[in-house]
């Protein structure tokens, strides 16, 4: 497809010069007019054999940067992006050269070759939620929304600075859940890997030692028959104790993840099972209060931010007291009797929000709400961490202390038997 140069004029009246990659010069003219522009000069390029043969190489190059690359882009990274892009467009670099200038910075080359491919979608006149939009395993729709709502009301770098602060808040409480849930997992972890190495090399050695010991008619006590019993069965099964837990794993992840009844039946117990269940819940409020204020301030309509909130939701409960929201929306009632009928917002939510539905501050009521729930969010993690310490650590001195009385009962039995 041919190359055209233009220099055009912007509504302020500033130059503006660059390439379009089209089939023909009025359709380059076109593609100016459609960016705002008015095209003062718009000539086809015309490369000598050896500027084509150096311009299709480092074309080659970008996409085999791309393929090549690990096809990830982390949350951390997308926040970075869109903090800094934020920050050029308010500091007034145009997007293209912003785009341009945080393609250069970017150390992920997948993700580098994203923002290069989305910097040509708008250099060929296409809006920039729109060449967002092309890449919805990174940016989703919630993130594509807001950027269109900033383009539309003529702040986009209002709009990424709280898409930015949003994704921030998010990560944050989600590494303060995985940081709550590595302990107890770490402990057990630990737990089955010593158990596995007792029952399997340990408990064989002491049933030869007790064998040897034991006179005729002498009988090992029940407990630590019945130990010897389960090391025996995970030594002579090792494969099949494994390929069952690992068997048990995954179905256990297909039923919850491709049955609705699974995953109805999973989220409701995440919501009501003891000492998570709470934690669960608030994250839940945390982030649905997040997400849609912060939707609406950015200008998307309502109906629109309940669908997003909607599919960003993460529990299948939450997901239908949304869309019970949605329906009374839509038949122009409040928000508030969908969400106090749904059980999952306590009494201090449904109010607050009835608060800020009546006053007209429902956008700025519902970041309160998050930043409230966010916080006994923290509380809630610190305290169950200083709980499940305890716990863990009781649960595997008893796991371990049983196997070592189990072995031991013979021992003082026949000490006594001495004694006497």
Same mark, same amino acid.
């Given at each position: 497809?041919?190359?055209?140069?233009?220099?055009? =004029?912007?509504?302020?009246?500033?130059?503006?010069?660059?390439?379009?990659?089209?089939?023909?010069?009025?359709?380059?003219?076109?593609?100016?007019?459609?960016?705002?522009?008015?095209?003062?000069?718009?000539?086809?390029?015309?490369?000598?054999?050896?500027?084509?043969?150096?311009?299709?190489?480092?074309?080659?190059?970008?996409?085999?940067?791309?393929?090549?690359?690990?096809?990830?882009?982390?949350?951390?990274?997308?926040?970075?992006?869109?903090?800094?892009?934020?920050?050029?467009?308010?500091? %007034?670099?145009?997007?293209?050269?912003?785009?341009?200038?945080?393609?250069?910075?970017?150390?992920?080359?997948?993700?580098?070759?994203?923002?290069?491919?989305?910097?040509?979608?708008?250099? &060929?006149?296409?809006?920039?939620?729109?060449?967002?939009?092309?890449?919805?395993?990174?940016?989703?729709?919630?993130?594509?929304?807001?950027?269109?709502?900033?383009?539309?009301?003529?702040?986009?770098? =209002?709009?990424?600075?709280?898409?930015?602060?949003?994704?921030?808040?998010?990560?944050?409480?989600?590494? +303060?859940?995985?940081?709550?849930?590595?302990?107890?997992?770490?402990?057990?972890?630990?737990?089955?890997?010593?158990?596995?190495?007792?029952?399997?090399?340990?408990?064989?050695?002491?049933?030869?030692?007790?064998?040897?010991?034991?006179?005729?008619?002498?009988?090992?006590?029940?407990?630590?028959?019945?130990?010897?019993?389960?090391?025996?069965?995970?030594?002579?099964?090792?494969?099949?104790?494994?390929?069952?837990?690992?068997?048990?794993?995954?179905?256990?992840?297909?039923?919850?993840?491709?049955?609705?009844?699974?995953?109805?039946?999973?989220?409701?117990?995440?919501?009501?099972?003891?000492?998570?269940?709470?934690?669960?819940?608030?994250?839940?409020?945390?982030?649905?209060?997040?997400?849609?204020?912060?939707? =609406?301030?950015? &200008?998307?309509?309502?109906?629109?931010?309940?669908?997003?909130? +909607?599919?960003?939701?993460?529990?299948?409960?939450?997901?239908?007291?949304?869309?019970?929201?949605?329906?009374?929306?839509?038949?122009?009632?409040? =928000?508030?009797?969908?969400?106090?009928?749904?059980?999952?917002?306590?009494?201090?939510?449904?109010?607050?929000?009835?608060?800020?539905?009546?006053?007209?501050?429902?956008?700025?009521?519902?970041? +309160?709400?998050?930043?409230?729930?966010?916080?006994?969010?923290?509380?809630?993690?610190?305290?169950?961490?200083?709980?499940?310490?305890?716990?863990?650590?009781?649960?595997?001195?008893?796991?371990? %202390?049983?196997?070592?009385?189990?072995?031991?009962?013979?021992?003082?039995?026949?000490?006594?038997?001495?004694?006497?």
């Amino acid at each position: 497809m041919p190359l055209f140069s233009y220099i055009a =004029i912007d509504k302020e009246g500033k130059q503006k010069e660059g390439t379009l990659e089209v089939s023909s010069q009025n359709e380059a003219i076109s593609r100016i007019k459609e960016m705002g522009f008015y095209p003062t000069q718009v000539a086809e390029v015309k490369d000598t054999p050896e500027e084509a043969k150096k311009r299709k190489a480092q074309k080659g190059k970008k996409k085999g940067e791309i393929s090549l690359a690990l096809p990830t882009v982390s949350t951390k990274e997308l926040c970075t992006f869109t903090r800094q892009l934020a920050v050029l467009i308010d500091a %007034g670099l145009p997007l293209m050269r912003g785009m341009s200038t945080l393609a250069k910075s970017m150390p992920n080359p997948y993700f580098k070759g994203i923002i290069q491919d989305i910097g040509d979608t708008i250099g &060929g006149g296409s809006t920039f939620s729109e060449s967002l939009a092309k890449h919805p395993k990174i940016f989703d729709k919630l993130y594509v929304n807001m950027v269109k709502a900033g383009e539309i009301g003529g702040v986009l770098e =209002i709009a990424l600075n709280r898409l930015a602060e949003f994704q921030e808040k998010a990560e944050s409480i989600k590494g +303060k859940v995985k940081s709550a849930m590595f302990y107890p997992v770490a402990v057990m972890v630990v737990a089955t890997i010593i158990v596995g190495v007792l029952m399997t090399f340990v408990i064989p050695k002491f049933k030869a030692i007790f064998a040897d010991m034991l006179g005729e008619g002498e009988q090992l006590p029940g407990f630590t028959l019945l130990v010897l019993a389960i090391s025996d069965a995970i030594k002579n099964n090792v494969l099949a104790v494994i390929g069952g837990a690992v068997a048990f794993f995954v179905v256990f992840k297909l039923i919850i993840n491709k049955t609705k009844f699974g995953r109805f039946v999973w989220d409701k117990f995440l919501l009501i099972m003891p000492a998570l269940g709470p934690l669960v819940k608030k994250v839940a409020i945390a982030r649905f209060s997040r997400t849609l204020g912060t939707l =609406i301030s950015s &200008g998307v309509p309502i109906l629109q931010a309940l669908n997003i909130v +909607k599919e960003t939701a993460g529990n299948v409960h939450l997901t239908i007291a949304i869309e019970k929201v949605y329906d009374a929306v839509k038949e122009g009632e409040t =928000i508030v009797k969908p969400l106090e009928g749904s059980g999952i917002f306590p009494p201090m939510v449904v109010s607050m929000i009835d608060i800020g539905e009546e006053t007209g501050a429902l956008p700025e009521m519902l970041v +309160k709400v998050a930043d409230v729930y966010e916080e006994e969010v923290d509380n809630a993690v610190s305290a169950l961490t200083s709980l499940l310490e305890p716990v863990m650590i009781v649960f595997l001195a008893v796991i371990v %202390g049983s196997i070592v009385i189990a072995m031991f009962l013979p021992l003082i039995a026949m000490m006594d038997k001495l004694g006497s």
